[in-house]
């Protein structure tokens, strides 16, 4: 049986086919088209799926869209309705959209199929999960657990904001949802959008930068009691209640309403590249705070609601690794698992999987693994003859290693070295981790890493940390809590023996300072709250990646490194030999390894349009 499955016109458009139940592939469209968050159809990701599994869409079974357009659209009308006359402006933006794409949707479908080949219409099945039945269904099949409760939480599908579900076997049950505009998700984003960053975009830059508020101080505590009097209402099941006289995003243009905001807390929006202040911080730190706290509330209550031992995560504030972190540490559940695509692109995955055990109520079967995504590696691969085709393109030279063992060792070398090198091995990561597939390493004891990595090679803010892959089995050398997290959706500390003191006055002391000041051994994995964001590096899932640590931790005793996604600011992750070489010669990185070839930067041709990806790529 052969299910593809497709998310798309929101963002993060993507596509994924299942095999008689086994994911054989998935991608996100903007790998392909070097737009982020592309929107649309993902023709791109489709084909690949196609091509990867060596089938024509005559092949397939049923072709699964990942929410049901009509339902969105009553959404959409009884809003616009309820809160009238406002939203007039934005009421007239969205209707010939509607109109035009989103009511004819099986038309649009059809003729986007098409257009990547001919088919025979009368075979094709077009089905419409509703949206947090596909996420539930990301989160639960491609598990480990045969039992477990489901949290989906996200802005908003259809209706459905968050929902609690109940997963066994083959089958999920819907218990409990949260409805528009009542939106953890959308609460979030209102507040990324309030500190200057790139709604849908920047969620995670407010996540990074909330460790720089200062938990002591009084400034902190008036605004998470200003949300929780102003903004919202918390009831004991992690459900709330937003006050709309503050926010815009049910039927206008922006997600706040500055002035009240501003009146509310004190200082006006950030603007762009405006100067990060400590009120910017508190701020940040209070809304993660808040984020936390309900996460628990409603994980508590998906204990009571259910009484499994383990939970299934998925939906874009799934995406928040402290708040993940927090309720590993919390103990409520034995065990966590989290999809790595769990925003609006693994809708496509679980949207398939919903039809295959759902639909068609095929058994499900574990398989005493991991789980059910290899590792998460569903994108596609190259071969060396492909980078040597792209290295007579560009004039590149190359120094290419019989064997790997040969390479890994040299790698490893250039990263004890203090220098930064670009990774690509394999197939491409599914989601918006760069787990050692498509990655930019460094050496994680160095204490100049985060500054080099940030401003010379990722061009981004200064104050965002990096992540570190450390080989499972060394983990609890490093961190606390943590025994698995393959897809670095989990934030734990870093062991206190590991800790270099902090100055008395180091929460007050500005942002740069705070950020500059060195914290432990490994200074370049560790926040400034003395976390860092955890990737476990599994043997059986990505050996290449585990090898090359491994000859690092041979060279230094250090099993772990610095891993951070391969692209520049504004750019997706790089998908192809010819993606990666143009990122390399574009930044300061000294050294690419693509397979089993290794280009120096010093040796390589001049490149002209080194600045030119400031143009080509929208900032986040």
């Known amino acids: 049986m052969n299910i593809l499955g497709i998310s798309a016109f929101y963002h993060d458009s993507a596509a994924a086919i299942l095999q008689d139940g086994k994911i054989l592939a998935a991608a996100q469209e903007e790998r392909f088209t070097r737009k982020k ?12 799926c196609l091509e990867h599994t060596g089938i024509s869409i005559d092949d397939l079974d049923a072709i699964v869209f990942y929410d049901k357009p009509l339902l ?5 009308l009884e809003t616009y309705y309820r809160f009238s006359p406002k939203g007039l402006r934005s009421f007239l933006m969205a209707i010939p959209v509607w109109l035009r794409e989103k009511l004819f949707l099986k038309k649009l479908i059809y003729d986007e199929l098409k257009e990547i080949q001919n088919y025979d219409k009368k075979k094709v099945k077009l089905l419409f999960p509703e949206h947090h039945l596909s996420h539930a ?15 989906t939480l996200d802005g908003v599908g259809e209706w459905a904001t968050a929902s609690i579900c109940h997963g066994k076997g083959s089958k999920i049950k819907i218990l409990k949802e949260l409805h528009f505009p009542h939106s953890l998700g959308l609460l979030y984003s209102a507040f990324t959008y309030y500190l200057g960053f790139r709604v849908n975009s920047g969620e995670y830059k407010l996540m990074g930068l909330a460790p720089y508020g200062n938990p002591e101080s009084e400034n902190l505590k008036k605004y998470v009691e200003l949300i929780k009097q102003e903004l919202i209402e918390i009831h004991p099941d992690g459900s709330i209640w937003v006050n709309q006289q503050y926010f815009n995003y049910a039927t206008g243009l922006r997600m706040v309403k500055d002035k009240a905001w501003k009146k509310l807390f004190g200082f006006p929006k950030r603007t762009g590249e405006a100067k990060l202040e400590q009120n910017h911080c508190d701020l940040a730190l209070a809304i993660q705070q ?9 994980a508590r209550h998906a204990k009571e609601l259910t009484g499994a031992e383990y939970l299934c995560l998925a939906g874009g504030v799934a995406l ?7 309720l590993l540490k919390e103990g409520i559940f034995k065990d966590v698992w989290i999809q790595p695509a769990a925003g609006d692109a693994g809708g496509a995955l679980g949207a398939a999987q919903a039809a295959h055990f759902i639909y068609f109520e095929q058994k499900r079967k574990l398989k005493g693994a991991m789980d059910e995504m290899s590792g998460s590696y569903l ?5 060396n003859d492909d980078v040597i085709r792209m290295s007579r393109k560009y004039k590149a030279k190359f120094e290419q290693f019989e064997n790997f063992d040969e390479l890994a060792e040299k790698a490893a070398k250039l990263i004890d070295e203090g220098n930064v090198v670009g990774w690509m091995q394999g197939r491409m990561e599914f989601g918006p981790r760069a787990l050692g597939a498509r990655s930019i390493l460094g050496d994680a004891r160095n204490p100049e890493m985060q500054k080099k990595l940030n401003l010379k090679i990722k061009f981004r803010e200064s104050f965002r940390p990096f992540a570190p892959s450390v080989l499972a089995e060394d983990c ?30 180091y929460h007050s002391l500005p942002v740069k300072e705070k950020l500059y000041h060195l914290r432990s051994d490994v200074p370049a994995i ?3 709250d003395f976390t860092g964001r955890v990737q476990t590096v599994h043997k059986e899932t990505n050996p290449r990646y585990w090898q090359l640590i491994n000859e690092f931790k041979k060279i230094t005793g250090h099993g772990l490194i610095v891993n951070t996604s391969f692209n520049v600011r504004g750019e997706p992750i790089v998908c192809t030999p010819e993606d990666s070489y143009r990122c390399f010669m574009r930044t300061n990185m000294d050294y690419l390894v693509i397979n089993n070839l290794i280009f120096a930067k010093t040796e390589q041709p001049e490149w002209e349009d080194t600045d030119n990806w400031k143009e080509e790529f929208t900032l986040d």
């Open 137 to 151: 269904a990301s989160a639960f099949y491609p598990s480990p657990f045969d039992e477990a409760a489901i949290l």
């Open 526 to 528: 560790t926040h400034i």
């Open 290 to 298: 808040v984020t936390e706290e309900i996460v628990l509330q409603i």
């Open 379 to 383: 994108g596609p691969e190259y071969t």
């Open 320 to 326: 928040n690794c402290v708040a993940n972190g927090r």
């Open 476 to 505: 609890a050398a490093y961190f606390d809590n943590i025994t698995k997290s393959p897809y670095m959706l989990l934030v734990d500390t870093v062991k206190k023996e590991r800790h270099k003191p902090l100055p008395q006055n």
């Open 72 to 76: 969105k659209f009553e959404r959409l």
């Open 37 to 48: 968050h592309d929107p649309n159809f993902p023709s791109n990701a489709v084909r690949y």
